[in-house]
């Protein structure tokens, strides 16, 4: 347990608690009993000032904490594919705790309040909730965009690259039916980046535009960089992702993904197209072998090989900002829902964001 500044419950919220109290484990029988029968689907967005909370969220973030009262809570937040909210479980607290993980669809009784100008869900009733009483679609999030069209554009970019055997090769991967079918729902991570249906997609898209302007860019200034190179490694270096996570229940690892990492997953696709395409050159496999391997930039960060060549440099450089802006995009957007200045502190980029610039 660690002691949180904001451990103090919100005014009132002690008085129904202990109304409540002893009521919050699974399967006890009282009139406050949440109903089995799935009610329609409350949205965190839709969700106000003094609002009762009745449904199932995803449970995100769990961690036992220490009031400045000395006393436990349960520190969460709640969410679906609209959002997510902070909640605080004050009651009961270590019997709640042993009820649910993070990552578990919950279903919720409480209600809305304002705590320091933000939302919070204060939990009067908390259980797992079972398969039958939520739709799995309600906390998906997919990507603003069509997939259809994005994989249309995709295919437009790889048939604009000009050597013949990089063309070959992204075009037979892209068509391939396996390939296509994930890359259509693929998100680009289990959280942090582009972490939605279609997320992959768009990351790489988003890095393909980045490599047409820097490319046009540093080559009149007189630079020298493969375009070709560029635009292989804003398709290849996650495709491994389509293998790597899984979607069935939230997103995901697979097995093969914690054994092997999308970067192996994509030279072994690599290899395998390649190795159809009579008289693909060797060197050429490797250079974007290299490409796909050196893209986290850093031995500790994860890539065998750190980039070795202008392009690779380029790949790893604009893959890092790409998910960067797409994340503090993310986050100042949902932050800013708050109307305060400053946003909470991030502990990804550990600093507080401001809001009103
Ligand atoms: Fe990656
Ligand atoms: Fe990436």
New binding site residues.
């Given amino acids: 347990m660690q002691s949180n500044a904001e451990g103090s419950p919100p005014e009132g919220s002690q008085i129904e608690g202990s109304q409540i109290e002893g009521s919050q484990i699974e399967g006890s029988q009282d009139k406050d009993a949440p109903a089995r029968a799935a009610p329609p689907k409350q949205f965190v967005r839709d969700l106000s000032e003094k609002q009762a909370v009745h449904g199932v969220f995803l449970a995100r973030d769990k961690s036992l904490l220490v009031g400045k009262n000395g006393k436990p809570y349960l520190s969460l937040r709640l969410a679906d594919a609209s959002g997510s909210v902070d909640a605080r479980v004050w009651d009961n607290v270590e019997t709640v705790n042993e009820l649910f993980q993070s990552g578990d669809m919950i279903r919720v009784k409480g209600q809305v309040q304002t705590f320091q100008g933000r939302r919070q869900v204060v939990v009067h009733r908390l259980e797992k909730a079972l398969p039958e009483e939520f739709d799995m679609a309600d906390f998906v999030v997919r990507s603003a965009r069509d997939p259809e069209a994005m994989m249309a554009e995709l295919l437009r970019v790889a048939e604009a690259v000009e050597d013949r055997n990089i063309r070959q090769l992204t075009l037979d991967v892209l068509n391939d039916a396996d390939v296509r079918a994930r890359l259509l729902v693929a998100p680009a991570a289990k959280t942090i980046h582009h972490a939605y249906l279609g997320g992959l997609l768009e990351h790489t898209l988003s890095i393909c535009g980045l490599m047409r302007a820097i490319h046009a860019h540093y080559v009149a200034c007189g630079a020298v960089m493969k375009l070709d190179y560029l635009v292989f490694g804003a398709i290849f ?2 495709i491994g ?1 389509i293998w790597e996570l899984d979607i069935d229940r939230g997103i995901g690892y697979t097995d093969k993904g914690k054994l092997l990492g ?2 192996v997953m994509a030279v072994e696709l690599v290899e395998k197209k390649a190795s159809r395409i009579l008289g693909f050159p060797e060197e050429l496999k490797d250079l974007l072998k290299h490409i796909i391997l050196s ?2 930039g850093r031995v500790e960060y ?1 890539s065998p090989k750190t980039p070795m060549f202008l392009e690779a440099f380029l790949v790893a450089a604009v ?1 890092d900002l790409d998910s960067k802006v797409n994340t503090i995009d993310a986050f100042m957007r949902s932050e800013r829902a708050s109307g305060d200045r400053w946003s909470r502190f991030n502990q990804l980029f550990e600093r507080y964001f401001f809001l009103k610039a």
């Fill in positions: 270096h996650d992702k999308h970067m893209h986290h994860g893959d």
